[in-house]
């Protein structure tokens, strides 16, 4: 378990390590600054001695004192704190542009991936924790590249540097100083173990407040029909509280290691001092004046470092928490893909179907053969059910040995209780999820053989929740088909039955929709849906609940567009309106997420079971 626990942080170093190999030459540069940024202080240091000894000391002692040599020096040890801190600069600001590319590299790969998760993961995750991975643990990231990284090198360089250093100077004193140290850093990896747990914690807790969040901005409107401020405020406390307590903990440890080392770092300074003038009294060899003053400085260096790594130890534990977050987030498995069938189009020669480069208003299933050659089978829409069984996790099956079929053309309703299973067939269709068992075939191929992109190509859908995106209604109709014209889009909207209310809108097909549409009412926001869904002018269509939110009146006239739609197209719809559904072809009655009546309206009528049930109740003056 324990190796386990240890085994993450080095991966995740190495992987973060592969971001910032991009950007290898900076890096060089950046660490040659380092270099030179560390060995100018300890330089300027040594040179006290020098400073001392040869120009302060000869000064005090002679009668007429000329400065002139003294001046010379001071201005070199100048030049050298100059030439350091020229590439401290330097380095900071190359760390800033490597920091802020490896970031944009790690949000474009972790958007890339994203999209290619299964619907699965959307199910199980909250959007607020996934949105904390782009802002919460990547600034955790920026920082730890941007500053820990620079300072535990420059700190990592100083040491060893100023450790040969003072060794020069007198071997003693260094061992008096090492001594302090080796306990220094005792208590500093004590304080630093206690912390990261918290601060790991703390990383977490952020995600699950984030979470909390969105969904309570998401759900304002209920909170407030319900009276649930109070609630919502008591539970955002709560995770509130333990935020604030991971992090007072995490940052309590971080806290007190800094006055601890200090103190340290000056009984240490004492200690040497007093030590070394007792060594230069009793005249040990080449311990003079200048000596003791440049070790003092030396030793001074020498702390820092070690407690700007430690203090730099947090940062970086709490950025590869964020970085563990992110790395699980690119490492999840994405919605795998194994089709080889593609969707071209194509066009009939002789009787023979060909591919063609073109648009022919005919499309054909491309089902590569193993010499080479390709078979074409043309897309009519005819989708079949061969005793499927499924559930979104292996221990709860929710549909149950559903059969059907749907020939081309033909529109197909399914009635249900709610939670029947509807909504889940058509989520089978489009490959949104796995089967348990069984098969789907599309025009006699396995669904499973077809690539998703294509498979979703053919369907046109209208989701049972509509989601618009920010930019104008035409761009938003345009979704359903992005080499759709104006003309096209507009002609989707007439046959949907949107164009009259999208005209009445202030900039008509150019009023700008902004947070998912929420200045358009419920049934104006499912039109635009279904015209989004026809503009692709798809051969098979999916329409759940499509007209739940429109008012009879409307619905009779969309009815008609969608009657319009529907024709030579296959059509799957789920409606909780015996009007949406009494001309099907066939009606499937779902319940418990079995088909246990299946026929046209009349005859499940005249069949006096579930169906008669369901609506003769609620419809009976239809
Ligand atoms: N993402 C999901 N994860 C787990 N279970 C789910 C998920 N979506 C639906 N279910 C379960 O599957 C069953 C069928 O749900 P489904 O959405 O297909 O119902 P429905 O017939 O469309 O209902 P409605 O008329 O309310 O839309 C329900 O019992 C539901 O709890
Ligand atoms: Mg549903």
Redesign the pocket.
């Known amino acids: 378990m324990n190796k386990q626990q240890k085994k993450v942080p080095t991966s995740t170093v190495k992987r973060l390590l592969s971001y910032i190999g991009h950007y290898k030459l900076r890096f060089i540069f950046v660490l040659i600054c380092i270099l030179v940024s560390a060995l100018t202080s300890v330089a300027a240091s040594l040179y006290l001695q020098t400073l001392i000894d040869s120009y302060i000391t000869p000064l005090l002692l002679e009668a007429n004192p000329v400065f002139d040599k003294l001046l010379k020096s001071v201005v070199s040890m100048g030049c050298i704190y100059l030439i350091g801190i020229l590439a401290t600069l330097l380095y900071n600001r190359i760390m800033v542009s490597i920091a802020q590319g490896v970031l944009k590299e790690i949000r474009d790969t972790m958007f890339a991936h994203m999209q290619t998760l299964p619907?699965?993961y959307f199910?199980t995750h909250t959007h607020g924790d996934i949105m904390s991975h782009y802002t919460n643990d990547t600034d955790t990231l920026r920082q730890m590249i941007s500053q820990s990284v620079p300072q535990v090198f420059s700190s990592l360089i100083t040491v060893v540097s100023v450790f040969f250093a003072m060794l020069s100077v007198n071997i003693w004193l260094t061992l008096v100083v090492i001594i302090f140290v080796t306990f220094i850093l005792k208590i500093t990896k004590f304080i630093a173990s206690k912390s990261s747990t918290f601060f790991i914690r703390q990383q977490r807790s952020i995600g699950n407040m984030n979470g909390y969040i969105e969904e309570m901005i998401n759900g304002q409107k209920v909170i407030k029909v319900f009276c649930h401020e109070e609630a919502a405020k008591n539970t955002f406390d709560e995770k509130n509280e333990n935020l604030c307590s991971d992090a007072t903990s995490a940052n309590m440890f971080a806290n007190i290691l800094m006055p601890v080392m200090m103190n340290l770092g000056n009984l240490q300074y004492v200690c040497v001092a007093i030590i070394g003038g007792i060594m230069a009294i009793n005249g040990v060899s080449g311990l003079t004046l200048g000596a003791i003053a440049s070790f003092l400085q030396l030793t001074k260096s020498f702390n820092q470092p070690i407690s700007q790594i430690s203090q730099q130890l947090n940062a970086v534990i709490m950025a590869l928490a964020g970085a563990e977050r992110i790395f699980k987030l690119m490492d999840e498995t994405s919605e795998t893909d194994d089709g080889f069938v593609t969707l071209v189009n194509a066009r009939y020669i002789d009787g023979k179907l060909e591919e063609t480069d073109h648009r022919t208003g005919i499309w054909a299933w491309k089902c590569p053969q193993k010499d080479g050659a390709a078979t074409y089978t043309e897309l009519k829409g005819d989708v079949r059910f061969h005793d499927v069984d499924f559930?979104?996790?292996e221990n709860?099956i929710?549909?149950h040995n559903i059969t059907l079929y749907a020939e081309p053309g033909e529109k197909v309703a399914?009635v249900?209780?709610?939670?029947?299973?509807?909504?889940?067939?058509t989520?089978l269709i489009n490959r949104f999820y796995d089967l348990a068992d069984g098969k789907i075939t599309y025009d006699g191929i396995n669904i499973n053989n077809i690539r998703k992109d294509d498979l979703r190509r053919s369907l046109g859908i209208v989701l049972?929740d509509v989601n618009l995106f920010t930019g104008t209604v035409m761009d938003n109709i345009r979704y359903g088909n992005l080499e759709a014209l104006d003309e096209e889009c507009i002609a989707a909207a007439k046959l949907a039955n949107a164009d009259g209310f999208i005209r009445r809108l202030p900039q008509g097909y150019d009023t700008v929709l902004s947070g998912d549409g929420s200045g358009l009412s419920q049934g104006q926001r499912q039109l635009i849906s279904i015209a989004r869904a026809a503009v692709g002018d798809p051969p098979v269509m999916i329409l759940?609940?499509a007209t739940s939110s429109i008012d009879t009146r409307t619905e009779a006239i969309v009815q008609k567009g969608m009657d319009r739609l529907m024709l030579g197209r296959t059509v799957f719809v789920?409606a909780?309106r015996l009007s949406t559904v009494q001309n099907s072809d066939v009606i499937m009655v779902?319940e418990q997420?079995r088909i246990i009546e299946r026929g046209p309206h009349k005859d499940l009528i005249a069949q006096k079971g579930k169906y008669y049930q369901l609506y003769t109740g609620a419809f009976e003056l239809e």
């Open positions: 619907i699965k199910d559930g979104y996790n709860k929710v549909l399914f249900g209780a709610t939670g029947a299973g509807k909504t889940t067939i989520n049972q759940d609940e789920i909780h779902l997420g």
